[in-house]
């Protein structure tokens, strides 16, 4: 069992950055692959990116490529994303997610744990 719990959103001006974190309980959290949702008002829940559970490979979406950097430290059991350069489009509410195993997927189903989501809101 593993419980999520982002923090770090809010309100930043387009073309500036947040960093999200994603702390995790359990003792086994290097098994997990982690990943970063959002979901924007009115739309369906989409993959941002993942990271597996060593840390040493990642995946973004095209949307995000070149601008958000996912990482981890295991020893803290926490997972960031590092968003930078953001636009109004990024505006959504991020929810980290994991699964056992070590396929970063992308959809929503694959993944058995959810944290509650933070809010980031970007203004142009």
């Known amino acids: 069992q593993v419980q999520l719990v982002e923090s770090g959103g809010g309100l930043v001006q387009a073309g500036g950055s947040l960093i999200l974190s994603c702390a995790a309980s359990?003792?086994?959290?290097?098994?997990?692959?982690t990943g970063w949702f959002r979901q924007a008002p009115g739309k369906e829940r989409t993959f941002v990116a993942a990271i597996g559970g060593s840390g040493s490979t990642t995946y973004y979406a095209d949307s995000v490529k070149g601008r958000f950097t996912i990482s981890r430290d295991n020893a803290k059991n926490t997972v960031y994303l590092q968003m930078n350069s953001l636009k109004p489009e990024d505006t959504a509410v991020y929810y980290c997610?994991?699964?056992?195993?070590?396929?970063?997927?992308?959809?929503?189903?694959?993944?058995?744990?959810w944290g509650q989501g933070t809010q980031a809101t970007v203004s142009s």
């Open positions: 997610a994991a699964r056992l195993g070590v396929r970063l997927l992308t959809t929503t189903s694959r993944y058995d744990y």
């Open positions: 359990g003792r086994t959290f290097s098994s997990y692959v």
